[in-house]
């Protein structure tokens, strides 16, 4: 059954681990996604709903503390699915990330839609007070494209105070598996992003 977009993706704030719930335009969990903490290097795990019974994916860092990371998504059974990797001198400037399918093919790139966000958000989060209403005035925009710079998504962080949440739209038609590949890689770049704004 196809996905009805919007999705929603909203952390959970009171909770130590980083913790978020995936819910369609109608409010029908999609996923729950955990980051395990306490560890060296990236390890997120992707539940069928929030009470974790059925693992479904994981998403594994292949190597800690780089600002060139890739992460690695497997199916619960350790099947390659594909990768997301950070641009890292890229992303000084604009938020910038490569998916690749399980055959390490470049197929996508997600990249915020305007750097000048990331440099006020930046900015004023040095500034006192004015820091407390930055995740209410600064929020970033990520753009998903192929190689031709066609857009298939559009993922945004929602204005909010303390709670982190995060709107997925769909903009062009896909097909199915790179559709779910696409999510996945987003589900780790919104941990990746999650304190902007």
């Given at each position: 059954m ?10 959970k ?51 800690w ?18 990768k ?22 470049h ?5 915020e ?12 989060g ?31 962080k929602?204005?909010s105070?303390?709670?982190r ?15 779910g ?17």
């Amino acid at each position: 059954m196809p996905l009805q977009y919007p999705l929603h993706l909203d952390f959970k704030i009171a909770t130590l681990a980083s913790d978020f719930s995936i819910k369609d335009n109608a409010g029908n969990a999609i996923a729950f996604v955990r980051q395990k903490i306490f560890k060296l290097k990236e390890d997120v795990v992707v539940f069928n709903n929030e009470s974790r019974s059925q693992e479904l994916f994981r998403i594994k860092a292949n190597k800690w503390l780089d600002f060139n990371t890739t992460y690695n998504i497997t199916t619960k059974d350790g099947q390659n699915v594909g990768k997301v990797g950070r641009k890292g001198m890229r992303s000084i400037w604009k938020a910038t990330y490569d998916i690749f399918d399980q055959n390490d093919q470049h197929l996508f790139t997600v990249q915020e839609a305007n750097a000048w966000v990331k440099v006020m958000d930046a900015v004023a989060g040095e500034i006192p007070i004015l820091n407390i209403f930055t995740g209410y005035l600064f929020n970033p925009k990520y753009l998903v494209q192929d190689k031709s710079g066609k857009v298939y998504f559009e993922l945004k962080k929602q204005p909010s105070f303390f709670g982190r949440k995060f709107k997925l739209e769909k903009i062009t038609d896909i097909d199915d598996s790179q559709e779910g590949l696409i999510n996945l890689a987003l589900m780790m770049i919104v941990l990746l992003e999650r304190y902007r704004g």
